[in-house]
């Protein structure tokens, strides 16, 4: 199917929180992981979002230079066209950006988009994450305050950061205070104050409790999805709203347990973020493969080894499909499975 229109984006974030389930969104940095997700999804029966960071569009872009903009507008127009092939629907995002990379990342695809719109088509992107973590919440909002509208004209969906998500993703880094990792009640008031429940375009929150990003052990992560229901209900009692008013997304999920992700999607996570899990899934089946056939694609150095064993295409397919099932099982974990819009 095409990439998601804002229409059927908006679909299926409402399916989702009225149906209680999440959609995964997925971190690519290649065409090969592109492909993985897209075929997961599909022998899923799930729809769900394919989103790039600052440094996977800088890897999109060549590894050698630093032009992420570019580098994501290369990855937009592959998934605009690969995804065609496939029976489900797919919305595309940027992941995680800071204030520093506005400049090079969200500004120039939301230029890309207007100009796109203006010419009468959708928006390249249909969301956007502006990360303001790492600056006071009054700086966060009034950056937020500053790209809702240019959203809303587009009609694409602005994704926020109320709270730190501890640990590090894509040179995005947050230490310090563990307090820092539960978003309260008045902060997510600040947010509806200064961004509206809706009126004044469509944003996603991102709220955190506990979140780290990262691989962790079981109990050396407190998680409190609980906490999203105290706040849901905040919300929905100052304002006067129906249940869950905010539509949240679950980042730093690694290692959850499926009661936790179950829970926070009980209380309105609409996207949960995978990364970390899906690019294991990846590399530890590209070392399962290279050790396997060790004799036709390492030991043979100096001679002209198995072509068949060390073409990229064999060992990357092998990779591609080892992801799409982790791609599967996340789709399971949060309950999309079976849930396309298009079917």
């Not at 230079?65 to 127009?77: C, E, I, N, P, W």
Request: proline content about 4%.
């Amino acid at each position: 199917m095409p990439i998601a229109t804002p229409e059927q984006y908006a679909q299926m974030l409402d399916t989702a929180k009225a149906k209680a389930f999440a959609f995964p969104a997925f971190n690519v940095s290649s065409t090969q992981t592109l492909n993985a997700v897209l075929q997961g999804l599909t022998e899923a029966g799930s729809d769900g979002i394919i989103q790039v960071t600052t440094g996977g569009a800088d890897y999109f872009a060549g590894h050698t230079v630093k032009a992420r903009a570019t580098g994501a507008l290369a990855f937009a127009a592959a998934a605009h066209e690969i995804a065609k092939s496939y029976p489900v629907t797919v919305a595309l995002h940027t992941d995680h950006c800071p204030k520093p990379a506005l400049a090079d990342f969200v500004l120039p695809l939301l230029e890309a988009s207007e100009a796109a719109v203006a010419a009468g088509g959708n928006p390249i992107f249909q969301s956007h994450m502006w990360d303001g973590s790492a600056v006071p919440l009054t700086e966060n909002l009034e950056i937020a305050q500053e790209l809702l509208p240019r959203m809303k004209a587009i009609n694409a969906v602005l994704e926020v950061e109320i709270g730190v998500v501890g640990g590090e993703e894509d040179g995005v880094k947050h230490e310090g205070s563990n307090d820092a990792l539960y978003t309260t009640l008045d902060d997510a008031i600040a947010t509806v104050e200064a961004l509206g429940l809706g009126e004044q375009g469509r944003y996603m929150a991102a709220l955190t409790f506990g979140n780290v990003h990262g691989v962790y052990a079981p109990g050396n992560v407190k998680l409190r999805p609980s906490l999203l229901k105290d706040i849901q209900d905040g919300l929905a009692a100052k304002y006067g709203t129906g249940p869950k008013p905010l539509d949240l997304v679950f980042h730093g999920g690694s290692g959850s347990t499926d009661a936790e992700i179950a829970e926070a999607v009980a209380n309105g996570v609409v996207k949960m973020n995978i990364d970390t899990d899906t690019q294991y899934a990846y590399t530890r089946a590209v070392a399962d493969y290279m050790l396997k056939n060790y004799d036709g694609v390492i030991k043979v150095d100096g001679s002209v080894g198995n072509k068949k064993l060390y073409d990229p295409r064999a060992w990357g397919k092998v990779a591609e499909t080892a992801m799409a099932a982790r791609v599967v099982e996340s789709t399971r974990q949060l309950g999309s499975a079976g849930n396309s819009i298009s079917a």
